[in-house]
């Protein structure tokens, strides 16, 4: 996996698209911080943050609709919440175990919303299932890249949060398409394996 080239694809999507894309995460970082209904409403917006990075990434034009994508399908909708219920409880018990079993469930099974958001008749548990799946082999590799934005957060600490105006775009941005290439990896290799 080539780390680098993910982040400058993410970094290259951004010009001309920076400001409306960071428009987006306010608007899900609000939202979900909503007392009461942020906890149901942030997975589902995150989700709809999702189809705008992937827009992002695809060139074309961002706009903030898809981020409400995932409540014209209540069930849809649903689903994805309770992928990152069960998924977020997994981690807080590992947490607790040891921190490093939290991370290590995390890595694994991080990016079953990704998944639920793009297959609507999937299972629940299915979703997490196939990013255990996905991530096999790539855990070492997207604890690294996730730590290479280190720099960033430090420096979005020092500024006390202006720096993060600049960052979280790119970071984000960066997290959708590392899942895009490892899906895209993931598919060549069962194609292979099934020639």
């Known amino acids: 996996m080539n780390r680098s080239a993910i982040k400058t694809e993410a970094k290259e999507a951004l010009v001309g698209k920076r400001l409306m894309f960071l428009v987006a995460i306010i608007v899900v970082g609000v939202l979900s911080g909503i007392p009461g209904i942020g906890f149901i409403v942030g997975p589902i917006l995150t989700a709809g943050l999702f189809v705008i990075g992937k827009e992002v990434l695809a060139k074309k034009e961002v706009r903030l609709d898809p981020l409400f994508t995932y409540f014209k399908d209540i069930e849809h909708g649903l689903k994805i919440f309770v992928v990152v219920l069960i998924v977020s409880l997994a981690v807080a018990i590992g947490m607790l175990l040891f921190i ?43 604890f690294i890249f ?39 990896i993931k598919a060549d290799s069962t194609t292979i394996i099934d020639a």
């Open 100 to 142: 490093i079993p939290g991370i290590y469930v995390a890595l694994k099974y991080g990016q079953a919303i990704f998944i639920m958001s793009e297959h609507k008749d999937m299972d629940i548990f299915d979703a997490i299932k196939e990013s255990g799946k996905l991530t096999e082999g790539y855990k070492m590799d997207l």
């Open 146 to 184: 996730a730590l290479s934005f280190i720099g960033h957060i430090l420096l979005g600490m020092i500024t006390f949060g202006i720096y993060l105006v600049y960052a979280m775009p790119y970071i984000m941005l960066s997290m959708h398409n590392y899942y895009i290439h490892l899906k895209a």
